[in-house]
């Protein structure tokens, strides 16, 4: 029985983005293997509508099980428990640092294949054929498993969410014991904002600042920019800066950011990492500009400028300026 | 407190990687140089040793690849190791991230370390996951991506980005903890020291001194198989511009706005 086990990241009562989209894709797999996909949650008292609603996405049936919340060991434990107690030939998860660690600790425990940064998954004979890029994403690698259970670790927002139906999904307790080494991590402090609040979802022109701003007031460019397109742009930032505390962690696209397709995007001193890449990719016009030619950007951008920003971003914000007076 | 840290020698970011066709492997030849998120790992734990809240007796710099692979340890040690152990056997070769992580712990085994550190991500293959590996294995607790971490003698207290914000989590030694390239800016290494890595005891370990079960290890072995690779979709390349005079510069990226209505 080829079922699919997929994990559900929820959080303050509501399922992550990219979990929705791995549960809609494993339903859809575990069709086509003739099989069920089922979701695991693991949380504390997590609700009975919460975990039933993802049948919405097509999980047959969800397991719930007690544990703390925010950690990867606990989550490999208590899936660990429901493979062993069979019936599972594939793990599913969405884009996201939890989903990587969990599913590296499986793969571990489970002594399983497992192929990451997943950008396609298809059924062919039975079995599964997963789709990683390489390589900067110049080649795909096509992955096959040959552990009884495979696991794959999905890209940030590879996997579409599905149109929800009406369906609920049968809700199950799972018990499990945590192993000695997942009682050795406790959550101290989660899901602190850092910086400002600011809204960079309803931006249609984001000018998105990096590394190569050189020091935090670097962003007074970028946001001189923003404001000279008006009140339709805003300013976003990479994780290094935001984690350097140049910028809000608000304003931080990629993969533990937010995921943005604005009708501009233009990136000054990025130099375009998968980690960013994923989480703005979607965006319909994208212009970068950077001083090194070879900066991963310039593979996926619409426009590229190779040059310094320093001498650039303040010609252009008085050249927009210029253009919008016009 | 004793220190492992997690090395790899990566391909040159200067060096052109590919795919070699008749293996469909990575082309690992090639100028090579020591991941330099490794470095920060390095850095991290010279700044437990000199911070002074815990004693440090050692850093060890441990390593799985070819023969090669020396080079990445002589500078992980230029950086501040004591010493260095090189996991070096065909056997291991093509192992993929469970395979290899697997043969990593076991290596790290012998050492007993009460913290092993670990770079985020390696420049040219695996993201994210090969401390989780390798922790499950070892058995201890594990944490990725961690920007700021506290020490004392029995815990850490480690600070990462995650998907909803930041997270605070306190960590019991000993302990596997992958560090992000935010958690500090990794010195140069002094002339001296670069000169003098060689000199620096270096163990060069097979599979059977640190009891490696081969049936579990190498490109046969391993679970996950790359099975062929193929080129992405085609996508038009984007324009480029060299900024040699600004003002024709912003001249043409302004007119490029202007004709997709962006302004």
């Known amino acids: 029985m080829a079922n699919i086990l997929v994990y559900a990241l929820h959080y ?63 989550v490999v434990d208590a899936m660990g428990k429901a493979i062993a107690d069979g019936g599972y030939s594939y793990a599913i998860f969405g884009g996201g640092l939890l989903g990587f660690e969990i599913g590296a600790g499986l793969a571990a425990r489970l002594g399983a294949g497992v192929a990451m940064e997943v950008t396609a998954v298809r059924a062919e004979g039975g079995e599964l054929i997963a789709e990683r890029p390489i390589l900067g994403d110049s080649a795909i690698s096509e992955i096959k498993y040959r552990s009884p259970v495979g696991i794959v670790i999905g890209r940030l927002n590879a996997f579409e969410i599905a149109q929800p139906s009406a369906e609920q999904a ?36 984001l000018v998105a600042g990096g590394r190569g701003l050189g020091k935090a007031e670097g962003f007074a460019l970028c946001e001189e920019l ?7 742009a805003a300013v976003a930032a990479t994780r290094a800066v935001v984690d350097a505390g140049w910028y809000p962690y608000a304003a931080q696209i990629g993969q533990t950011g937010k995921t943005v397709a604005p009708k501009l995007y233009l990136a000054a001193g990025i130099s375009g990492a998968i980690q960013h890449k994923v989480g ?16 991963p950007i310039f593979e996926f951008s619409d426009l590229g400028i190779v040059g310094d920003l320093n001498k650039i971003l303040p010609k252009l914000t008085e050249a927009v300026k210029a253009k919008k007076a016009s | 407190m004793k220190i492992c840290v997690l090395v790899k020698e990566v391909p040159d970011a200067a060096v052109e990687k590919r795919i070699d066709p008749s293996t469909g492997r990575m082309d690992r030849s090639g100028e090579k140089n020591l991941n330099p998120y490794d470095t920060h790992a390095i850095e991290a734990a010279m700044q437990i040793r000199e911070g002074g809240a815990v004693p440090v007796e050692e850093i060890v710099a441990v390593t799985m690849g070819p023969e090669s692979a020396v080079r990445a340890l002589h500078k992980a040690v230029s950086l501040g190791a004591d010493r260095s152990v090189h996991l070096s056997d065909g056997a291991v070769a093509g192992s993929d991230v469970a395979a290899t992580g697997y043969a990593l712990a076991k290596t790290l085994g012998r050492e007993n370390p009460d913290l092993v550190l670990l770079g985020q991500q390696s420049d040219d293959g695996e993201c994210y996951t090969i401390g989780a590996v390798v922790a499950e294995h070892l058995g201890m607790p594990s944490l990725t991506q961690v920007i700021k971490m506290d020490v004392d003698a029995e815990a850490l207290r480690c600070e990462r980005q995650a998907e909803y914000g930041y997270d605070t989590v306190a960590i019991k030694l000993p302990a596997v903890i992958s560090v992000g390239d935010a958690i500090n800016e990794p010195r140069y290494p002094s002339l ?45 390349a984007g324009e480029i511009i060299e900024d040699e005079d600004t003002n024709e510069t912003v001249e043409k990226i302004v007119a490029w706005l202007d004709e997709r209505k962006l302004i």
Do not use: C
């Open chain 1, 280 to 295: 703005m990719q979607a965006s319909e016009n994208i212009v970068a500009i950077n001083k090194d030619s070879n900066a």
């Open chain 1, 12 to 74: 303050e009562g509501a399922i992550n983005k990219n979990s929705l989209g791995a549960v809609s894709e494993g339903a859809k797999l575990a069709a086509q293997l003739g099989g069920e996909a089922h979701a695991i949650l693991v949380g504390e008292s997590v609700p009975q509508d919460l975990a039933a609603s993802l049948g919405n996405y097509g999980a047959k049936k969800v397991l719930v099980a007690e544990g703390p919340e925010g950690l990867a060991q606990p």
């Open chain 1, 170 to 205: 049968a809700v199950e307790q799972l018990s499990f014991e945590l192993s000695p080494h997942a009682r050795q991590a406790t959550m101290v402090t989660r899901g602190e904002q850092r910086g400002a609040d600011v809204d960079i979802e309803g931006a249609d022109i």
């Open chain 2, 192 to 236: 001296k020291a670069i000169m003098g890595a060689k000199k620096k005891p270096l163990d060069t370990v097979g599979i059977g001194d640190v009891e490696i079960d081969a049936s579990k290890v190498g490109g046969e072995n391993s679970a996950a198989h790359w099975v062929s690779a193929k080129a992405p979709p085609p996508k038009g």
């Open chain 1, 226 to 232: 923003a404001g000279a397109f008006g009140n339709t």
